[in-house]
Protein backbone atom coordinates (compact mmCIF):
# COMPACT_ATOMS: atom_id res chain seq x y z
CA UNK A 1 0.00 0.00 0.00
CA UNK A 2 1.51 3.57 -0.77
CA UNK A 3 1.02 7.14 -1.07
CA UNK A 4 2.24 8.70 -4.18
CA UNK A 5 5.49 8.78 -3.15
CA UNK A 6 7.30 6.08 -0.16
CA UNK A 7 5.09 6.13 2.95
CA UNK A 8 6.85 8.16 5.65
CA UNK A 9 8.27 6.76 8.64
CA UNK A 10 5.07 7.49 10.76
CA UNK A 11 2.85 6.04 8.10
CA UNK A 12 4.56 3.05 8.12
CA UNK A 13 4.13 3.03 11.76
CA UNK A 14 0.84 3.60 11.70
CA UNK A 15 0.00 0.45 8.91
CA UNK A 16 2.17 -2.34 11.18
CA UNK A 17 0.29 -0.95 14.46
CA UNK A 18 -3.04 -1.45 12.28
CA UNK A 19 -2.20 -4.52 11.27
CA UNK A 20 -1.06 -6.14 14.62
CA UNK A 21 -4.32 -4.78 15.78
CA UNK A 22 -6.55 -6.41 13.07
CA UNK A 23 -4.56 -10.07 13.17
CA UNK A 24 -6.13 -10.50 16.21
CA UNK A 25 -9.24 -10.73 14.69
CA UNK A 26 -8.64 -13.63 12.03
CA UNK A 27 -10.78 -15.00 9.32
CA UNK A 28 -13.12 -17.57 11.92
CA UNK A 29 -13.58 -14.42 13.76
CA UNK A 30 -15.36 -12.47 10.48
CA UNK A 31 -17.01 -15.60 9.33
CA UNK A 32 -18.74 -16.32 12.58
CA UNK A 33 -20.23 -12.40 13.08
CA UNK A 34 -21.35 -12.75 9.01
CA UNK A 35 -23.00 -15.79 10.15
CA UNK A 36 -24.45 -14.83 13.59
CA UNK A 37 -24.94 -10.62 12.59
CA UNK A 38 -23.59 -10.17 15.84
CA UNK A 39 -21.67 -6.41 15.47
CA UNK A 40 -18.25 -6.94 16.08
CA UNK A 41 -17.89 -5.57 19.26
CA UNK A 42 -14.29 -6.93 20.39
CA UNK A 43 -12.99 -5.52 17.52
CA UNK A 44 -14.62 -2.07 17.24
CA UNK A 45 -13.34 -2.39 20.99
CA UNK A 46 -9.71 -2.64 19.86
CA UNK A 47 -10.06 -0.14 17.57
CA UNK A 48 -10.99 2.20 19.49
CA UNK A 49 -8.57 1.75 22.17
CA UNK A 50 -5.77 2.21 20.16
CA UNK A 51 -7.10 5.59 19.14
CA UNK A 52 -7.54 4.64 15.59
CA UNK A 53 -10.92 6.51 15.79
CA UNK A 54 -9.41 9.69 15.77
CA UNK A 55 -6.97 9.05 12.85
CA UNK A 56 -8.70 12.47 11.38
CA UNK A 57 -9.52 14.76 14.53
CA UNK A 58 -8.29 17.30 15.50
CA UNK A 59 -5.47 17.03 18.82
CA UNK A 60 -7.04 19.26 21.46
CA UNK A 61 -10.30 16.71 21.04
CA UNK A 62 -8.54 13.69 21.53
CA UNK A 63 -7.36 13.02 18.18
CA UNK A 64 -4.19 12.55 16.59
CA UNK A 65 -4.55 15.62 13.66
CA UNK A 66 -3.93 13.26 11.00
CA UNK A 67 -4.92 13.64 7.25
CA UNK A 68 -7.14 11.83 4.93
CA UNK A 69 -3.83 9.93 3.46
CA UNK A 70 -3.22 8.53 7.17
CA UNK A 71 -7.11 7.50 7.33
CA UNK A 72 -6.89 5.84 3.71
CA UNK A 73 -3.83 4.01 5.19
CA UNK A 74 -6.14 3.13 8.79
CA UNK A 75 -9.16 1.80 6.41
CA UNK A 76 -7.51 0.03 3.68
CA UNK A 77 -5.10 -2.20 6.37
CA UNK A 78 -8.28 -3.12 7.54
CA UNK A 79 -10.02 -4.61 4.68
CA UNK A 80 -6.76 -5.65 3.75
CA UNK A 81 -6.42 -7.91 6.66
CA UNK A 82 -9.62 -10.05 6.23
CA UNK A 83 -11.72 -8.21 7.87
CA UNK A 84 -13.27 -6.56 4.81
CA UNK A 85 -16.54 -4.45 4.96
CA UNK A 86 -17.46 -6.25 7.99
CA UNK A 87 -14.81 -4.58 10.02
CA UNK A 88 -14.24 -0.95 8.21
CA UNK A 89 -18.09 -0.62 8.12
CA UNK A 90 -18.26 -1.03 11.78
CA UNK A 91 -15.75 1.88 12.07
CA UNK A 92 -15.94 3.63 8.94
CA UNK A 93 -18.56 6.84 10.26
CA UNK A 94 -16.46 7.30 13.03
CA UNK A 95 -13.59 8.48 10.72
CA UNK A 96 -15.31 11.28 9.09
CA UNK A 97 -18.64 10.52 9.94
CA UNK A 98 -18.13 13.83 12.84
CA UNK A 99 -16.59 16.24 10.43
CA UNK A 100 -19.31 18.46 10.21
CA UNK A 101 -19.61 18.30 14.21
CA UNK A 102 -15.95 19.31 14.17
CA UNK A 103 -15.82 21.59 11.41
CA UNK A 104 -18.81 23.58 12.39
CA UNK A 105 -20.25 22.54 15.75
CA UNK A 106 -19.52 25.20 18.84
CA UNK A 107 -16.69 24.73 21.10
CA UNK A 108 -19.19 23.33 23.82
CA UNK A 109 -20.85 20.97 20.97
CA UNK A 110 -17.32 19.48 20.01
CA UNK A 111 -15.71 18.73 23.58
CA UNK A 112 -18.79 17.34 24.72
CA UNK A 113 -19.35 14.90 21.92
CA UNK A 114 -15.91 14.50 19.69
CA UNK A 115 -13.85 13.10 22.74
CA UNK A 116 -16.56 10.32 23.25
CA UNK A 117 -16.91 9.34 20.02
CA UNK A 118 -13.10 9.06 19.30
CA UNK A 119 -13.01 6.78 22.51
CA UNK A 120 -16.06 4.79 21.03
CA UNK A 121 -18.28 5.63 24.12
CA UNK A 122 -20.55 7.60 22.30
CA UNK A 123 -21.90 5.13 19.41
CA UNK A 124 -23.36 7.76 16.41
CA UNK A 125 -25.22 6.54 13.24
CA UNK A 126 -25.89 8.75 10.20
CA UNK A 127 -29.46 9.38 8.72
CA UNK A 128 -29.15 11.39 5.32
CA UNK A 129 -30.78 8.62 2.94
CA UNK A 130 -34.92 8.59 2.60
CA UNK A 131 -36.61 5.89 0.66
CA UNK A 132 -38.11 8.77 -1.62
CA UNK A 133 -34.36 10.43 -2.20
CA UNK A 134 -31.98 8.61 -2.30
CA UNK A 135 -28.91 10.71 -4.20
CA UNK A 136 -31.55 13.66 -4.61
CA UNK A 137 -30.71 14.67 -1.28
CA UNK A 138 -32.38 18.11 -1.47
CA UNK A 139 -35.49 16.33 -1.98
CA UNK A 140 -35.53 14.54 1.23
CA UNK A 141 -38.59 14.67 2.98
CA UNK A 142 -38.25 14.75 6.84
CA UNK A 143 -39.55 17.90 8.41
CA UNK A 144 -37.41 19.54 11.49
CA UNK A 145 -40.54 22.00 12.41
CA UNK A 146 -40.02 24.65 15.37
CA UNK A 147 -40.79 24.13 18.49
CA UNK A 148 -40.17 26.52 21.97
CA UNK A 149 -37.47 24.49 23.05
CA UNK A 150 -36.32 23.41 19.42
CA UNK A 151 -36.84 21.23 16.86
CA UNK A 152 -39.29 18.06 16.23
CA UNK A 153 -38.50 16.01 13.58
CA UNK A 154 -41.07 13.42 11.76
CA UNK A 155 -40.32 11.37 8.57
CA UNK A 156 -37.85 7.91 7.49
CA UNK A 157 -34.81 7.51 6.68
CA UNK A 158 -33.12 4.26 5.04
CA UNK A 159 -29.57 2.36 5.04
CA UNK A 160 -28.67 3.92 8.41
CA UNK A 161 -25.84 1.82 9.69
CA UNK A 162 -25.66 1.07 13.32
CA UNK A 163 -28.95 2.07 14.59
CA UNK A 164 -29.83 -1.12 16.38
CA UNK A 165 -26.65 0.11 18.63
CA UNK A 166 -26.59 4.02 18.34
CA UNK A 167 -26.77 6.66 21.35
CA UNK A 168 -26.65 9.30 18.73
CA UNK A 169 -27.82 10.61 15.44
CA UNK A 170 -26.24 12.54 12.79
CA UNK A 171 -29.65 13.66 10.82
CA UNK A 172 -30.60 16.09 8.07
CA UNK A 173 -33.92 16.91 8.14
CA UNK A 174 -35.90 19.69 6.31
CA UNK A 175 -36.52 23.24 8.31
CA UNK A 176 -37.74 25.35 5.49
CA UNK A 177 -40.10 24.16 3.04
CA UNK A 178 -38.06 23.69 -0.88
CA UNK A 179 -40.48 25.97 -2.17
CA UNK A 180 -39.70 28.60 0.49
CA UNK A 181 -35.64 28.41 -0.38
CA UNK A 182 -33.88 30.04 -3.05
CA UNK A 183 -32.12 27.32 -3.91
CA UNK A 184 -33.53 23.80 -3.61
CA UNK A 185 -30.19 22.42 -1.24
CA UNK A 186 -31.25 25.37 1.28
CA UNK A 187 -33.63 24.91 3.87
CA UNK A 188 -31.69 21.84 5.25
CA UNK A 189 -30.85 21.37 8.74
CA UNK A 190 -28.35 19.10 10.62
CA UNK A 191 -28.53 17.95 14.04
CA UNK A 192 -26.59 15.86 16.43
CA UNK A 193 -29.00 14.51 19.16
CA UNK A 194 -29.78 11.59 21.17
CA UNK A 195 -30.99 8.31 19.46
CA UNK A 196 -34.20 8.13 21.45
CA UNK A 197 -36.05 4.82 21.25
CA UNK A 198 -39.61 6.20 21.91
CA UNK A 199 -39.44 8.23 19.06
CA UNK A 200 -37.14 6.50 16.46
CA UNK A 201 -38.03 2.79 15.14
CA UNK A 202 -34.78 1.61 13.49
CA UNK A 203 -35.78 -1.88 11.31
CA UNK A 204 -32.89 -3.82 10.51
CA UNK A 205 -32.78 -4.37 6.70
CA UNK A 206 -31.94 -8.19 5.44
CA UNK A 207 -29.37 -7.45 2.96
CA UNK A 208 -26.56 -9.43 0.64
CA UNK A 209 -23.63 -9.40 2.95
CA UNK A 210 -22.13 -7.40 5.70
CA UNK A 211 -24.88 -9.07 8.41
CA UNK A 212 -22.90 -8.07 11.22
CA UNK A 213 -22.88 -4.30 10.73
CA UNK A 214 -26.78 -3.58 10.01
CA UNK A 215 -28.19 -1.32 7.95
CA UNK A 216 -31.79 0.24 9.10
CA UNK A 217 -34.90 1.79 8.25
CA UNK A 218 -35.96 4.19 10.46
CA UNK A 219 -39.43 5.77 11.29
CA UNK A 220 -38.97 9.03 12.84
CA UNK A 221 -41.96 9.88 14.87
CA UNK A 222 -42.30 13.35 17.05
CA UNK A 223 -38.55 13.20 17.62
CA UNK A 224 -37.67 16.38 20.22
CA UNK A 225 -34.60 17.71 19.66
CA UNK A 226 -33.15 20.63 21.40
CA UNK A 227 -32.16 23.92 20.10
CA UNK A 228 -28.42 23.35 21.07
CA UNK A 229 -28.26 19.73 18.97
CA UNK A 230 -28.80 21.30 15.86
CA UNK A 231 -25.23 21.86 14.06
CA UNK A 232 -23.95 25.36 12.50
CA UNK A 233 -26.77 27.57 10.96
CA UNK A 234 -30.19 26.38 10.41
CA UNK A 235 -30.59 25.87 6.60
CA UNK A 236 -26.54 25.40 5.82
CA UNK A 237 -27.07 21.71 7.02
CA UNK A 238 -26.47 20.33 3.16
CA UNK A 239 -23.45 22.72 2.93
CA UNK A 240 -21.80 21.10 5.70
CA UNK A 241 -22.34 17.47 4.74
CA UNK A 242 -21.03 18.18 1.23
CA UNK A 243 -17.47 18.49 3.32
CA UNK A 244 -17.46 14.65 3.89
CA UNK A 245 -18.55 13.30 0.58
CA UNK A 246 -14.87 13.45 -1.28
CA UNK A 247 -13.14 11.92 2.00
CA UNK A 248 -15.65 9.14 1.79
CA UNK A 249 -15.28 8.28 -1.66
CA UNK A 250 -11.48 8.06 -0.75
CA UNK A 251 -12.09 5.65 2.04
CA UNK A 252 -14.90 3.72 0.19
CA UNK A 253 -12.11 3.16 -2.66
CA UNK A 254 -9.23 1.98 -0.33
CA UNK A 255 -11.41 -0.20 1.49
CA UNK A 256 -12.70 -1.74 -1.73
CA UNK A 257 -9.04 -2.08 -2.83
CA UNK A 258 -7.87 -3.31 0.49
CA UNK A 259 -10.67 -6.50 0.14
CA UNK A 260 -9.51 -7.02 -3.52
CA UNK A 261 -5.62 -7.30 -2.36
CA UNK A 262 -6.99 -9.67 0.59
CA UNK A 263 -8.91 -11.54 -1.79
CA UNK A 264 -6.00 -12.01 -4.26
CA UNK A 265 -4.00 -13.02 -1.89
CA UNK A 266 -5.98 -15.84 -0.79
CA UNK A 267 -6.61 -17.23 -4.43
CA UNK A 268 -2.85 -17.12 -5.34
CA UNK A 269 -2.26 -18.98 -2.25
CA UNK A 270 -4.73 -21.76 -3.17
CA UNK A 271 -3.91 -21.29 -6.66
CA UNK A 272 0.28 -22.26 -5.30
CA UNK A 273 -1.17 -25.42 -3.22
CA UNK A 274 -4.33 -26.55 -5.38
CA UNK A 275 -2.58 -29.18 -7.73
CA UNK A 276 -4.80 -30.67 -10.45
CA UNK A 277 -3.75 -32.86 -13.32
CA UNK A 278 0.02 -32.82 -11.71
CA UNK A 279 0.46 -29.30 -11.14
CA UNK A 280 -0.54 -26.50 -9.32
CA UNK A 281 -3.54 -24.70 -11.03
CA UNK A 282 -1.89 -21.42 -10.75
CA UNK A 283 0.75 -22.56 -13.12
CA UNK A 284 -1.91 -22.46 -15.90
CA UNK A 285 -1.98 -18.95 -17.09
CA UNK A 286 -6.01 -19.26 -17.19
CA UNK A 287 -5.57 -19.10 -14.38
CA UNK A 288 -2.77 -16.44 -13.43
CA UNK A 289 -3.60 -14.12 -15.55
CA UNK A 290 -6.97 -13.11 -14.33
CA UNK A 291 -5.28 -12.55 -11.17
CA UNK A 292 -2.36 -10.48 -12.71
CA UNK A 293 -5.18 -8.36 -14.08
CA UNK A 294 -7.13 -7.86 -11.12
CA UNK A 295 -3.55 -7.14 -9.45
CA UNK A 296 -2.44 -4.12 -11.91
CA UNK A 297 -6.35 -2.56 -11.66
CA UNK A 298 -5.50 -2.59 -7.83
CA UNK A 299 -2.88 -0.73 -8.13
CA UNK A 300 -3.89 1.65 -10.61
CA UNK A 301 -6.63 2.52 -8.26
CA UNK A 302 -4.79 2.50 -5.00
CA UNK A 303 -2.52 5.25 -6.74
CA UNK A 304 -5.42 7.58 -7.85
CA UNK A 305 -6.65 7.01 -4.18
CA UNK A 306 -3.83 8.23 -2.54
CA UNK A 307 -3.68 11.23 -4.94
CA UNK A 308 -6.99 12.29 -4.09
CA UNK A 309 -6.16 12.06 -0.38
CA UNK A 310 -2.65 13.89 -0.81
CA UNK A 311 -5.16 16.48 -2.69
CA UNK A 312 -7.24 16.96 0.28
CA UNK A 313 -4.97 16.73 2.70
CA UNK A 314 -3.27 20.04 0.84
CA UNK A 315 -6.61 21.11 0.74
CA UNK A 316 -6.91 21.52 -3.25
CA UNK A 317 -10.15 20.64 -4.99
CA UNK A 318 -10.13 16.39 -5.03
CA UNK A 319 -13.68 16.40 -6.42
CA UNK A 320 -12.47 14.49 -9.44
CA UNK A 321 -10.18 12.67 -8.13
CA UNK A 322 -11.71 11.42 -4.95
CA UNK A 323 -14.52 10.12 -7.36
CA UNK A 324 -12.80 8.63 -9.81
CA UNK A 325 -10.73 6.61 -7.18
CA UNK A 326 -13.90 5.46 -6.21
CA UNK A 327 -15.36 4.48 -9.20
CA UNK A 328 -11.80 2.60 -9.82
CA UNK A 329 -11.80 1.32 -6.44
CA UNK A 330 -14.67 -0.58 -6.04
CA UNK A 331 -14.84 -2.15 -10.03
CA UNK A 332 -10.89 -3.13 -9.08
CA UNK A 333 -12.20 -4.85 -5.63
CA UNK A 334 -14.90 -6.50 -6.48
CA UNK A 335 -13.25 -7.97 -9.84
CA UNK A 336 -10.36 -9.29 -7.55
CA UNK A 337 -13.04 -11.01 -5.06
CA UNK A 338 -14.59 -12.35 -8.50
CA UNK A 339 -11.58 -13.33 -9.89
CA UNK A 340 -10.88 -14.76 -6.58
CA UNK A 341 -13.97 -17.22 -6.38
CA UNK A 342 -13.65 -18.47 -9.51
CA UNK A 343 -9.55 -19.52 -9.27
CA UNK A 344 -11.04 -20.89 -6.12
CA UNK A 345 -13.37 -23.56 -8.22
CA UNK A 346 -15.98 -24.91 -6.36
CA UNK A 347 -13.69 -24.45 -2.99
CA UNK A 348 -15.14 -20.31 -3.95
CA UNK A 349 -18.73 -21.03 -3.05
CA UNK A 350 -17.74 -22.57 0.16
CA UNK A 351 -18.00 -20.70 3.18
CA UNK A 352 -14.99 -21.98 4.41
CA UNK A 353 -12.53 -20.19 1.94
CA UNK A 354 -13.59 -16.21 2.53
CA UNK A 355 -13.80 -15.25 -0.60
CA UNK A 356 -17.39 -15.67 -1.33
CA UNK A 357 -17.83 -13.45 1.28
CA UNK A 358 -15.42 -11.08 0.46
CA UNK A 359 -16.76 -10.71 -3.11
CA UNK A 360 -20.20 -10.30 -1.21
CA UNK A 361 -19.05 -7.09 0.79
CA UNK A 362 -17.21 -5.71 -2.26
CA UNK A 363 -20.20 -5.18 -3.93
CA UNK A 364 -21.12 -2.46 -1.50
CA UNK A 365 -18.53 -0.14 -2.42
CA UNK A 366 -20.07 -0.39 -6.24
CA UNK A 367 -23.14 0.84 -4.95
CA UNK A 368 -22.34 3.35 -2.05
CA UNK A 369 -21.91 5.65 -1.12
CA UNK A 370 -22.94 7.12 -4.21
CA UNK A 371 -24.26 5.00 -7.57
CA UNK A 372 -21.38 4.44 -10.75
CA UNK A 373 -23.55 6.24 -12.99
CA UNK A 374 -23.40 9.31 -10.67
CA UNK A 375 -19.98 9.77 -10.60
CA UNK A 376 -19.49 9.21 -14.65
CA UNK A 377 -22.57 12.06 -14.87
CA UNK A 378 -20.03 14.18 -12.49
CA UNK A 379 -17.05 13.53 -14.23
CA UNK A 380 -19.07 14.52 -17.58
CA UNK A 381 -20.75 17.38 -16.30
CA UNK A 382 -17.30 19.16 -14.14
CA UNK A 383 -14.30 17.47 -15.95
CA UNK A 384 -15.32 17.33 -19.58
CA UNK A 385 -17.57 19.98 -19.58
CA UNK A 386 -20.49 17.97 -21.06
CA UNK A 387 -24.53 18.67 -20.49
CA UNK A 388 -26.18 17.78 -17.49
CA UNK A 389 -28.37 14.67 -18.08
CA UNK A 390 -30.79 14.73 -15.52
CA UNK B 1 16.44 3.51 38.28
CA UNK B 2 17.49 4.43 34.39
CA UNK B 3 16.84 1.25 32.00
CA UNK B 4 18.95 1.36 29.18
CA UNK B 5 17.43 -0.74 26.33
CA UNK B 6 19.11 -1.96 22.96
CA UNK B 7 17.65 -2.85 20.36
CA UNK B 8 18.14 -3.76 16.82
CA UNK B 9 16.79 -3.33 13.44
CA UNK B 10 16.70 -6.16 11.53
CA UNK B 11 14.99 -8.25 8.66
CA UNK B 12 10.89 -8.73 9.45
CA UNK B 13 10.20 -12.32 10.83
CA UNK B 14 7.47 -12.65 8.57
CA UNK B 15 9.85 -12.16 5.38
CA UNK B 16 11.36 -14.94 4.29
CA UNK B 17 14.98 -14.21 3.83
CA UNK B 18 17.24 -14.74 -0.05
CA UNK B 19 20.55 -15.20 -0.03
CA UNK B 20 22.50 -13.07 -2.55
CA UNK B 21 23.21 -14.35 -5.71
CA UNK B 22 27.24 -14.41 -5.13
CA UNK B 23 26.91 -15.84 -1.46
CA UNK B 24 27.76 -12.86 0.39
CA UNK B 25 25.33 -12.26 2.34
CA UNK B 26 21.50 -11.70 2.58
CA UNK B 27 19.60 -9.61 0.02
CA UNK B 28 18.30 -6.41 2.27
CA UNK B 29 17.22 -4.14 -1.02
CA UNK B 30 13.46 -2.92 -0.60
CA UNK B 31 12.88 -5.70 2.36
CA UNK B 32 10.49 -5.12 4.87
CA UNK B 33 12.79 -4.12 8.06
CA UNK B 34 11.52 -3.90 11.55
CA UNK B 35 12.31 -4.58 15.50
CA UNK B 36 14.31 -7.60 16.47
CA UNK B 37 11.26 -9.75 17.84
CA UNK B 38 13.44 -10.03 21.18
CA UNK B 39 14.56 -6.54 21.37
CA UNK B 40 10.49 -5.61 21.52
CA UNK B 41 9.86 -7.86 24.75
CA UNK B 42 13.08 -6.64 25.90
CA UNK B 43 10.79 -2.61 25.77
CA UNK B 44 7.49 -4.29 27.08
CA UNK B 45 9.72 -5.33 30.04
CA UNK B 46 11.39 -2.37 30.48
CA UNK B 47 8.11 -0.61 29.87
CA UNK B 48 6.13 -3.00 32.59
CA UNK B 49 9.00 -1.64 34.70
CA UNK B 50 7.84 1.63 34.52
CA UNK B 51 4.44 1.15 34.51
CA UNK B 52 5.63 -1.01 38.27
CA UNK B 53 7.11 2.53 39.36
CA UNK B 54 10.53 0.03 39.30
CA UNK B 55 11.81 2.08 36.08
CA UNK B 56 11.84 6.08 35.85
CA UNK B 57 13.28 6.48 32.63
CA UNK B 58 13.63 4.29 29.35
CA UNK B 59 16.51 4.91 26.94
CA UNK B 60 16.20 3.32 23.56
CA UNK B 61 19.59 2.76 22.19
CA UNK B 62 20.27 1.80 18.55
CA UNK B 63 23.88 0.72 16.38
CA UNK B 64 23.33 0.88 12.82
CA UNK B 65 21.91 2.95 9.53
CA UNK B 66 20.22 6.05 9.43
CA UNK B 67 16.60 4.02 9.08
CA UNK B 68 17.44 2.75 12.77
CA UNK B 69 15.64 5.61 13.72
CA UNK B 70 12.49 4.09 12.81
CA UNK B 71 12.94 1.29 15.13
CA UNK B 72 13.74 3.80 18.04
CA UNK B 73 10.83 5.39 17.36
CA UNK B 74 8.83 2.08 17.64
CA UNK B 75 10.09 1.69 20.70
CA UNK B 76 9.38 4.89 22.01
CA UNK B 77 5.95 4.53 21.09
CA UNK B 78 5.92 1.73 22.80
CA UNK B 79 6.84 3.51 25.86
CA UNK B 80 10.45 4.64 25.48
CA UNK B 81 11.41 8.05 27.11
CA UNK B 82 14.22 8.88 24.51
CA UNK B 83 16.69 7.53 21.99
CA UNK B 84 20.44 7.55 20.87
CA UNK B 85 21.18 6.36 17.61
CA UNK B 86 24.50 5.49 16.92
CA UNK B 87 24.99 5.85 13.53
CA UNK B 88 27.13 3.78 10.72
CA UNK B 89 26.34 1.80 7.69
CA UNK B 90 29.22 -0.30 8.23
CA UNK B 91 28.36 -3.99 9.42
CA UNK B 92 28.64 -4.15 13.20
CA UNK B 93 30.27 -7.02 15.39
CA UNK B 94 28.57 -8.06 18.62
CA UNK B 95 32.01 -7.08 20.26
CA UNK B 96 31.91 -3.48 18.54
CA UNK B 97 28.34 -2.97 19.79
CA UNK B 98 29.14 -4.03 23.30
CA UNK B 99 32.16 -1.55 23.30
CA UNK B 100 29.55 1.00 22.02
CA UNK B 101 27.13 -0.05 24.31
CA UNK B 102 30.14 0.19 27.01
CA UNK B 103 30.64 3.85 26.78
CA UNK B 104 27.00 4.56 26.22
CA UNK B 105 26.58 2.63 30.10
CA UNK B 106 29.71 5.12 31.06
CA UNK B 107 27.99 8.44 30.08
CA UNK B 108 24.12 7.28 30.82
CA UNK B 109 24.92 5.34 34.34
CA UNK B 110 21.66 3.35 33.85
CA UNK B 111 20.80 0.56 36.71
CA UNK B 112 19.47 -1.95 34.35
CA UNK B 113 20.13 -3.10 30.96
CA UNK B 114 17.39 -5.29 29.12
CA UNK B 115 18.50 -6.14 25.60
CA UNK B 116 17.07 -9.04 23.17
CA UNK B 117 18.97 -12.69 23.63
CA UNK B 118 19.98 -12.50 20.19
CA UNK B 119 18.98 -11.02 17.06
CA UNK B 120 17.10 -12.80 14.15
CA UNK B 121 19.55 -11.99 11.64
CA UNK B 122 22.85 -13.53 12.78
CA UNK B 123 21.70 -15.43 16.41
CA UNK B 124 25.08 -14.26 17.25
CA UNK B 125 24.07 -14.45 21.32
CA UNK B 126 26.68 -12.61 22.69
CA UNK B 127 26.47 -8.62 22.96
CA UNK B 128 24.10 -9.04 26.26
CA UNK B 129 27.31 -11.42 27.39
CA UNK B 130 30.20 -9.58 26.17
CA UNK B 131 28.73 -6.30 27.41
CA UNK B 132 28.11 -8.00 30.98
CA UNK B 133 31.75 -8.76 30.93
CA UNK B 134 33.35 -5.58 29.75
CA UNK B 135 31.21 -3.38 32.48
CA UNK B 136 32.21 -5.89 35.05
CA UNK B 137 28.63 -6.09 36.01
CA UNK B 138 26.51 -9.50 36.29
CA UNK B 139 24.32 -10.66 33.89
CA UNK B 140 20.51 -12.93 34.01
CA UNK B 141 20.42 -14.47 30.46
CA UNK B 142 17.40 -16.08 28.60
CA UNK B 143 15.39 -14.43 30.97
CA UNK B 144 11.66 -15.69 31.32
CA UNK B 145 10.71 -13.29 34.51
CA UNK B 146 12.27 -10.60 36.39
CA UNK B 147 11.29 -9.65 39.12
CA UNK B 148 12.83 -6.38 41.49
CA UNK B 149 13.30 -8.08 44.95
CA UNK B 150 14.40 -5.43 47.37
CA UNK B 151 18.08 -4.46 45.92
CA UNK B 152 18.09 -7.35 44.12
CA UNK B 153 16.95 -8.39 40.46
CA UNK B 154 15.77 -11.76 40.35
CA UNK B 155 15.89 -13.27 36.91
CA UNK B 156 14.34 -16.66 36.04
CA UNK B 157 16.07 -18.11 33.16
CA UNK B 158 15.17 -20.74 30.76
CA UNK B 159 18.06 -23.14 30.75
CA UNK B 160 18.62 -26.27 29.04
CA UNK B 161 17.46 -28.96 32.03
CA UNK B 162 14.80 -26.20 32.92
CA UNK B 163 14.41 -23.29 34.70
CA UNK B 164 16.77 -21.56 36.66
CA UNK B 165 16.70 -18.36 39.38
CA UNK B 166 19.77 -15.68 40.07
CA UNK B 167 19.55 -13.34 42.41
CA UNK B 168 21.34 -9.93 40.52
CA UNK B 169 23.62 -7.19 42.53
CA UNK B 170 22.50 -4.00 40.33
CA UNK B 171 23.40 -2.53 38.07
CA UNK B 172 23.31 -6.12 35.90
CA UNK B 173 22.86 -6.83 32.06
CA UNK B 174 19.75 -8.57 31.61
CA UNK B 175 19.01 -10.87 28.17
CA UNK B 176 15.12 -11.42 26.99
CA UNK B 177 13.66 -14.98 26.10
CA UNK B 178 10.53 -14.96 24.27
CA UNK B 179 8.42 -16.66 26.91
CA UNK B 180 9.06 -13.04 29.18
CA UNK B 181 6.03 -11.06 27.75
CA UNK B 182 4.09 -10.56 24.70
CA UNK B 183 4.67 -7.03 23.72
CA UNK B 184 2.23 -4.44 23.15
CA UNK B 185 1.80 -2.75 19.82
CA UNK B 186 1.77 1.21 19.50
CA UNK B 187 -1.69 2.83 19.78
CA UNK B 188 -2.11 5.55 17.60
CA UNK B 189 -1.78 8.55 20.43
CA UNK B 190 1.43 6.85 20.98
CA UNK B 191 2.83 6.93 17.84
CA UNK B 192 1.96 10.60 17.63
CA UNK B 193 3.43 11.06 21.13
CA UNK B 194 6.56 9.32 20.00
CA UNK B 195 7.30 12.05 17.25
CA UNK B 196 8.38 14.44 19.88
CA UNK B 197 10.59 12.40 21.35
CA UNK B 198 14.48 13.36 21.08
CA UNK B 199 16.85 10.54 19.47
CA UNK B 200 20.30 11.75 19.78
CA UNK B 201 22.49 11.31 16.73
CA UNK B 202 26.16 9.82 17.79
CA UNK B 203 28.59 7.78 15.46
CA UNK B 204 30.74 4.69 16.33
CA UNK B 205 33.78 7.92 16.72
CA UNK B 206 32.13 9.76 19.24
CA UNK B 207 32.63 6.69 21.45
CA UNK B 208 36.46 6.01 20.49
CA UNK B 209 35.10 3.06 19.71
CA UNK B 210 36.94 1.17 16.32
CA UNK B 211 34.05 -0.86 14.48
CA UNK B 212 36.05 -2.52 12.06
CA UNK B 213 35.23 -6.03 11.71
CA UNK B 214 37.86 -8.79 12.65
CA UNK B 215 35.34 -12.07 11.10
CA UNK B 216 35.58 -12.10 7.37
CA UNK B 217 32.26 -14.01 5.76
CA UNK B 218 33.28 -16.49 3.41
CA UNK B 219 29.88 -17.38 2.51
CA UNK B 220 26.52 -17.53 2.46
CA UNK B 221 24.22 -20.30 1.21
CA UNK B 222 20.39 -20.99 1.86
CA UNK B 223 19.53 -24.20 3.47
CA UNK B 224 19.54 -27.29 1.31
CA UNK B 225 16.76 -27.65 -0.13
CA UNK B 226 14.00 -30.91 1.65
CA UNK B 227 13.56 -33.63 -0.66
CA UNK B 228 10.63 -34.90 -1.24
CA UNK B 229 9.85 -37.69 1.03
CA UNK B 230 7.85 -41.52 -0.04
CA UNK B 231 4.95 -42.75 1.45
CA UNK B 232 4.75 -46.65 2.49
CA UNK B 233 1.91 -49.33 2.90
CA UNK B 234 3.13 -50.42 6.16
CA UNK B 235 5.22 -50.78 9.43
CA UNK B 236 7.27 -53.62 7.97
CA UNK B 237 8.36 -51.76 4.90
CA UNK B 238 9.03 -48.46 6.36
CA UNK B 239 11.67 -50.63 8.60
CA UNK B 240 13.65 -51.94 5.53
CA UNK B 241 13.21 -49.00 4.01
CA UNK B 242 14.74 -47.72 6.78
CA UNK B 243 17.18 -50.51 6.79
CA UNK B 244 17.85 -50.43 3.83
CA UNK B 245 19.04 -46.57 3.92
CA UNK B 246 21.32 -47.60 6.49
CA UNK B 247 19.40 -45.48 9.21
CA UNK B 248 18.44 -48.55 11.30
Not at chain 1, 167 to 195: E, H, M, N, V
Not at chain 1, 297 to 325: I, Q
Not at chain 2, 76 to 97: C, K
Not at chain 2, 114 to 124: S, V
Amino acid sequence: MHNVTAMSEEQAAIKDAVERTCAAFPAEYWRKVDETGEWPEAFTKAMAEGGWLGVAMPEEVGGAGLGLTEAAIVMQTVTRSGAGFSGASAIHLNIFGPKPLERFGTAEQKQVHLPKIISGEQKMCFAVTEPNSGLDTSSLETKAERTNSGYVINGRKIWTTGAQRADKILIIARTTPKDQCAKPYLGLSLFYTDFNRGQIDAKPIPKMGRKAVECNMLYIDGLEVPREDLIGEEGEGFKYLLQGLNPERVLFAVEAIGLGFAALERASQYAKERVVFGRPIGQNQGVAHPLARCWAELSAAELLSYKAAKLFDDGLDCGAEANAAKYLGAEAGFNACEASVLAHGGMGYAKEYDVERYMREAMIARIAPVSREMILNFISERVLGLPKSY
Amino acid sequence: MKVLVPVKRVIDYNVRPRVKPDGTGVDLANVKMAMNPFCEISIEEAVRLKEKGVATEIVVVSIGPQQAQETIRVGLAMGGDRGILVQTDQTVEPLAVAKILKAIVDAEQPGLVITGKQAIDDDANQTGQMLAALLGWPQGTFASEIVKDGDKLKVTREVDGGLQTVALNLPAVVTTDLRLNEPRFASLPNIMKAKQKKIDMKTPADYGVDIAPRLAVVKVAEPRKREAGEKVADVDTLISKLKTAGAI
